[in-house]
């Protein structure tokens, strides 16, 4: 298995640039999230999917799109970059608790995102 | 709703010393509890969790968490740091769902 899977690994965009954010599980994960990391914040939730055809928001959603239309992927969407969108993305799955347990959310590698 | 309070944005302790890194939290349900490991430049690593049953869980690399519902604590322990250790320490928290909480992050340097 390779896991999480991120792409690209790092990114320069200019303000205005749109872009998208690949992630891929070859798990049969069901549920899927983006987080963003700043220093001193945490990681802090965007959007998250508990299958495909479903999407909810986190905690920072504005500026950001996801859509899931495979149980593999997962990909996050800027649609109009802007400077404070500067940080590190992380994408991370898991089972669903629907299953009746808590598992173990696996995260990628992470892409590190500057906008100028 | 649920939260994680980590104490201690950087700790420093020197090889061999005992690593405490704090992690206090607020829930209105029954928590479950996680402490994740970042090394430089990689994504996170779960270190060990708590969802139910003993209170002392044991992790890898030898950590260990202590859950105390009195105290509303889950902090982090080691007997004797490594050089290896050096790493960011993350605290999380759900209610019982798959949406973590994290804290703010707690970076340990290890010192000879």
């Known amino acids: 298995n390779a896991g999480v899977t991120q792409t690209p690994k790092f990114q320069v965009l200019k303000t205005g640039q749109s872009m998208t954010l690949q992630c891929a599980q070859d798990m049969n994960h069901e549920y899927m999230s983006w987080y963003r990391q700043d220093p001193g914040m945490g990681l802090r939730l965007i959007h998250y999917?508990?299958?495909?055809?479903?999407?909810d928001q986190g905690e920072v959603p504005n500026g950001y799109n996801v859509s899931r239309s495979t149980t593999e992927d997962f990909p996050l969407r800027l649609l109009s970059a802007a400077p404070s969108q500067t940080s590190v993305y992380f994408c991370?799955?898991?089972?669903?608790?629907?299953?009746?347990?808590?598992?173990?959310?696996?995260f990628g590698p992470g892409t590190r995102l500057t906008v100028l | 709703a649920q939260s994680v309070t980590q104490l201690g944005s950087h700790v420093s302790v020197s090889e061999g010393a005992l690593v405490l890194l704090r992690c206090n939290y607020s829930?209105?349900?029954?928590?479950?509890l996680f402490w994740y490991v970042q090394y430089p430049n990689q994504g996170l690593q779960l270190l060990l969790k708590y969802t139910t049953g003993a209170t002392l869980v044991k992790g890898i690399n030898g950590f260990e968490a202590e859950f105390k519902k009195s105290e509303t604590s889950f902090h982090l322990t080691k007997p004797s740091a490594h050089m290896s250790d050096a790493a960011e320490y993350f605290c999380a928290i759900t209610g019982g769902g798959n949406k973590l909480t994290f804290g703010t992050g707690t970076q340990l340097k290890v010192e000879l």
């Open positions: 999917s508990v299958g495909a055809g479903i999407t």
């Open positions: 991370a799955s898991s089972y669903s608790m629907a299953r009746g347990a808590y598992n173990e959310q696996f």
């Open positions: 829930s209105s349900v029954p928590p479950y």
